[in-house]
């Protein structure tokens, strides 16, 4: 089977989607299939891979690690051109919320192909936390330009949110799936596909095994807390620290990431001179910052309402760390294994890395669920898209 994937940025960029993909590409192959990745071109680098079709592109961020493909006809022939000399495509998975999804959808209605629509983005939440009071008109200005380029069926309902948006492309979709029992339901309640299957994403197998043979015993002492993921307002880094702060835990605090607010958490910390002792480690390879997880007496998730996923306290538990959820979400897919903050309030976060720092110095950290460590692996959530992917593509192989 040929699985064309599309994607917003490139799959060696910086990003949780982009890992994800990077990862069922190599799954897929492993199990004998062909896959070709739509993406953007990342401005001043090439990249000797054969599955890799690179479109025109512009920079959209100023360390030119991001960029955009207007969707057109210049970037559909583009395409067109690079896939001919490949085996026949058999299938689209289109995992993109934005250019790279009005493209793979555009693809697939010219070669009357089936779509399967991974949904990685909660549109509305997202504009709201980066763009702030502006929001509203980005979002109808955003379902106009999909409109344009991507004209809704006669029977799709229109409209102007985020879920009008997410509509708009699920419309040309064969299957459509989401990361998350959560966020499948959400996607359902608003119309956007009739019925979507909840898949992780996953965690290579090999590497899980080699950080888990690796690590050793947690040592006692000071609890360990890290805190992993991109340092912008959506993820909540800043209440975090000052929860950290308020709360007066007598701990080691790790903050592994990087982003636009990493200048006003360090003022932050350096201002409120919190009993713990916060380290920021910048951004680690995928591999180290698992080892930090393994590492760590817990994993501090802080977003709500955010995250389709929110993949950290599924590494951390896969590695047998438990966590603190701010976001009920993903306490109920994870189940058990970890410390719920009751509230969004600083306060009430403040209370629970309180008890949970209480917890670990006595020996009474809570338990992981068992059952996230066997879900996460790759392995098992490459079968089960290929299990989809026959349904939809009965003769591929």
Same mark, same amino acid.
């Given at each position: 089977?040929?699985?064309?994937?599309?994607?917003?940025?490139?799959?060696?960029?910086?990003?949780?989607?982009?890992?994800?993909?990077?990862?069922?590409?190599?799954?897929?192959?492993?199990?004998?299939?062909?896959?070709?990745?739509?993406?953007?071109?990342?401005?001043?680098?090439?990249?000797?891979?054969?599955?890799?079709?690179?479109?025109?592109?512009?920079?959209?961020?100023?360390?030119?690690?991001?960029?955009?493909?207007?969707?057109?006809?210049?970037?559909?022939?583009?395409?067109?051109?690079?896939?001919?000399?490949?085996?026949?495509?058999?299938?689209?998975?289109?995992?993109?919320?934005?250019?790279?999804?009005?493209?793979?959808?555009?693809?697939?209605?010219?070669?009357?192909?089936?779509?399967?629509?991974?949904?990685?983005?909660?549109?509305?939440?997202?504009?709201?936390?980066?763009?702030?009071?502006?929001?509203?008109?980005?979002?109808?200005?955003?379902?106009?330009?999909?409109?344009?380029?991507?004209?809704?069926?006669?029977?799709?309902?229109?409209?102007?949110?985020?879920?009008?948006?997410?509509?708009?492309?699920?419309?040309?979709?064969?299957?459509?799936?989401?990361?998350?029992?959560?966020?499948?339901?959400?996607?359902?309640?608003?119309?956007?596909?009739?019925?979507?299957?909840?898949?992780?994403?996953?965690?290579?197998?090999?590497?899980?095994?080699?950080?888990?043979?690796?690590?050793?015993?947690?040592?006692?002492?000071?609890?360990?807390?890290?805190?992993?993921?991109?340092?912008?307002?959506?993820?909540?880094?800043?209440?975090?620290l000052r929860a950290v702060a308020l709360s007066g835990i007598d701990a080691d605090v790790e903050v592994i990431g990087g982003g636009g607010q990493l200048a006003a958490a360090r003022r932050l910390v350096a201002g409120?001179?919190?009993?713990?002792?916060?380290?920021?480690?910048?951004?680690?390879?995928?591999?180290?910052?698992?080892?930090?997880?393994?590492?760590?007496?817990?994993?501090?998730?802080?977003?709500?309402?955010?995250?389709?996923?929110?993949?950290?306290?599924?590494?951390? %538990? =896969? &590695?047998? +760390?438990?966590?603190?959820?701010?976001?009920? #979400? $993903? /306490? !109920?897919?994870?189940?058990?294994?970890?410390?719920?903050?009751?509230?969004?309030?600083? %306060? =009430? &976060?403040? +209370?629970?890395?309180?008890?949970?720092?209480? #917890? $670990? /110095? !006595?020996?009474?950290?809570?338990?992981?669920?068992?059952?996230?460590?066997?879900?996460?692996?790759?392995?098992?959530?490459?079968?089960?898209?290929?299990?989809?992917?026959?349904?939809?593509?009965?003769?591929?192989?």
């Open positions: 089977m040929h699985v064309v994937f599309f994607g917003d940025q490139h799959l060696e960029s910086s990003g949780g989607a982009q890992v994800s993909t990077r990862l069922q590409r190599a799954f897929l192959e492993r199990a004998g299939h062909t896959v070709s990745v739509v993406a953007p071109k990342m401005p001043g680098r090439v990249f000797d891979d054969p599955g890799y079709i690179d479109t025109p592109s512009i920079p959209i961020t100023l360390d030119r690690e991001y960029a955009m493909s207007v969707p057109g006809k210049r970037v559909d022939r583009f395409i067109d051109a690079a896939l001919a000399s490949r085996p026949p495509v058999d299938l689209v998975h289109v995992q993109a919320d934005f250019w790279g999804g009005i493209t793979g959808h555009r693809f697939a209605r010219r070669h009357d192909l089936p779509v399967v629509h991974t949904m990685h983005n909660r549109v509305d939440v997202g504009l709201r936390a980066t763009a702030g009071p502006i929001a509203p008109l980005a979002l109808r200005v955003l379902n106009a330009w999909q409109r344009r380029l991507l004209p809704l069926p006669a029977d799709v309902r229109a409209g102007s949110d985020g879920w009008a948006y997410l509509r708009g492309l699920a419309a040309g979709s064969a299957a459509v799936t989401a990361p998350s029992g959560h966020f499948a339901r959400r996607l359902e309640e608003h119309d956007v596909f009739g019925h979507v299957d909840a898949m992780w994403n996953g965690a290579d197998d090999a590497v899980l095994d080699s950080v888990l043979t690796e690590a050793g015993p947690r040592r006692p002492g000071r609890p360990r807390f890290v805190w992993v993921g991109r340092m912008s307002p959506e993820k909540r880094l800043l209440p975090f409120s001179t919190p009993t713990a002792h916060v380290r920021f480690a910048g951004r680690l390879p995928y591999a180290d910052t698992l080892r930090r997880l393994a590492e760590a007496d817990a994993v501090v998730q802080t977003s709500i309402g955010f995250e389709t996923q929110g993949m950290t306290p599924f590494e951390a %538990a =896969a &590695l047998g +760390t438990p966590a603190v959820i701010s976001d009920p #979400d $993903i /306490a !109920g897919e994870l189940e058990t294994g970890f410390w719920a903050v009751p509230d969004e309030s600083v %306060a =009430a &976060l403040a +209370t629970t890395l309180r008890t949970a720092a209480t #917890d $670990i /110095a !006595g020996g009474r950290a809570v338990a992981v669920n068992p059952a996230v460590g066997t879900r996460f692996r790759q392995s098992s959530r490459t079968a089960d898209m290929i299990e989809l992917y026959r349904r939809l593509v009965p003769s591929g192989s």
